[in-house]
T-cell receptor
Framework: QKEVEQNSGPLSVPEGAIASLNCTYS??????FFWYRQYSGKSPELIMS????GDKEDGRFTAQLNKASQYVSLLIRDSQPSDSATYLCAVHGNNRLAFGKGNQVVVIP | ETGVTQTPRHLVMGMTNKKSLKCEQH?????MYWYKQSAKKPLELMFVYNFKEQTENNSVPSRFSPECPNSSHLFLHLHTLQPEDSALYLC??????????????FGPGTRLTVL
């Protein structure tokens, strides 16, 4: 099993809709969870961090963490064309940060 | 300068060349990292330096040689690279407190092409 899995293919959402991204992880003792946004040709940019179970909201972004089920998700409300990017899930465990392969989001005007 | 800076931003080199990538962080962090990002692949961790000591070498070929002279600077020395080493090389930094790793902040990356 991969450390961090993001299995969904490219996600197309209409402008103004909610984009939902999921990520599962294998290390049960992981403590820190992050979502990064990466535009094509650019470096990853941190958009959310979450450390405890439940929801964490920041503007149009909401991260949800469920340690019992070992998943973390990201919701993007009122999606904008500028949200079109690849979103990377990162989980800290075993003294290292493991990244998923990313999910591409395309917001259609 | 703020955040994490990397130079050069683009590099083209032949397989017999020797070059170095430079990273500098202005965030007061105590850990720095080198990652490789190839097309359609996840980020691959290459090296970790914590308090200037290398704490991880993720089975990276010896043609990549890191150097961390202090907690703010990180280098990646390159020699006799292969075309498959062409990728985006990213530097990141974070604060490590009592073994707890906080979020990492990335530099803009160096786009490396090996001919």
């Amino acid at each position: 099993q991969k450390e961090v899995e993001q299995n969904s293919g490219p996600l197309s959402v209409p402008e103004g809709a909610i984009a939902s991204l999921n990520c599962t992880y294998s290390d049960r003792v992981s403590q820190s969870f992050f979502w990064y946004r990466q535009y094509s040709g650019k470096s990853p940019e941190l958009i959310m961090s979450i450390y405890s179970n439940g929801d964490k909201e920041d503007g149009r972004f909401t991260a949800q963490l469920n340690k019992a089920s070992q998943y973390v998700s990201l919701l993007i409300r009122d999606s904008q064309p500028s949200d079109s990017a690849t979103y990377l899930c990162a989980v800290h465990g075993n003294n290292r940060l493991a990244f998923g392969k990313g999910n591409q989001v395309v917001v259609i005007p | 300068e703020t955040g994490v800076t990397q130079t050069p931003r683009h590099l083209v080199m032949g397989m017999t060349n020797k070059k170095s990538l430079k990273c500098e962080q202005h965030l007061g962090h105590n850990a720095m990292y080198w990652y490789k990002q190839s097309a359609k692949k996840p980020l691959e961790l290459m090296f970790v330096y914590n308090f200037k000591e290398q704490t991880e070498n993720n089975s990276v070929p010896s043609r990549f040689s890191p150097e961390c002279p202090n907690s703010s600077h990180l280098f990646l020395h390159l020699h006799t690279l292969q075309p498959e080493d062409s990728a985006l090389y990213l530097c990141a930094s974070s604060q490590v407190d009592s073994g707890f790793y906080n979020e990492q902040f990335f530099g803009p990356g160096t786009r490396l092409t090996v001919l």
